[in-house]
C-alpha cells in the first residue's frame, strides 16, 4: 500500500506541475496578446490621427479652390456684364443708323411724289431701291448687333473657364 500512496502523491505532484505550468503558459499568452493589441491599438490611434488631419487638409484645399472658382465667376458675370452693357449701347447708336437710312427712305419718297414726269421712273426706281438698301442695312445691323452680342458673352464665358481650369491645375 505503500507504494500506492507513493504512486498518488507521485501523480498528484505531476498534476500540481502541469497546472502549475498551463497556468504560466496561460499567463504568457495573456500578456503577449495584451501587448500585441496595446500596439494594434496604438496603429489604430496614429492611423485615425493621420486621416483626420489628411481629411482637413484637402478640406483647406477644397475651399481654396471653390474660393479661386467663386471669384472666377463673379470676374466672368462681370465681363459678360459689360459685354451686355456694350451691345446696349450699340444697339442705341445703331438704331441712330437706322433712324438715318429710314429718313433717307422717306426723303427720297417725298421727293418721287413731288417730282416732275420725266424723272418719275428713275426717282421710282431710286425710292425702292432705297427703301430695299435701308431694309437690307437694318436687318443687316440688328443681325450683326446680335452676334456681337453673342460673341461677346460668348468670349467671356470661355476665358472664366479657362481660368478655371488653369486655376484647378
Known amino acids: 500500500m505503500t507504494w500506492l500512496l507513493s504512486y498518488w502523491r507521485q501523480l498528484l505532484m505531476v498534476l500540481i506541475i502541469a497546472a502549475v505550468g498551463i497556468g504560466c503558459w496561460r499567463h ?21 490621427a493621420a486621416t483626420a488631419q489628411a481629411q482637413a487638409e484637402q478640406r483647406v484645399i477644397e475651399q481654396n479652390r471653390q474660393q479661386s472658382i467663386n471669384k472666377l465667376a463673379e470676374d466672368g458675370q462681370r465681363a459678360i456684364d459689360k459685354a451686355q452693357m456694350d451691345a446696349a449701347a450699340a444697339r442705341a447708336s445703331a438704331g441712330s443708323l437706322r433712324d438715318a437710312a429710314d429718313k433717307l427712305a422717306t426723303r427720297l419718297a417725298a421727293s418721287e411724289a413731288r417730282g416732275d414726269t420725266c424723272t418719275a421712273g428713275a426717282s421710282k426706281a431710286a425710292a425702292a431701291a432705297a427703301r430695299v438698301l435701308a431694309d437690307v442695312l437694318k436687318r443687316a445691323d440688328e443681325r450683326a448687333g446680335r452676334l456681337a452680342d453673342i460673341a461677346d458673352q460668348s468670349r467671356a464665358r470661355g476665358l472664366a473657364c479657362e481660368a478655371a481650369y488653369a486655376a484647378l491645375r
Open 28 to 48: 504568457g499568452v495573456t500578456t503577449t496578446d495584451a501587448a500585441w493589441q496595446a500596439k494594434w491599438d496604438q496603429h489604430l490611434a496614429a492611423d485615425a
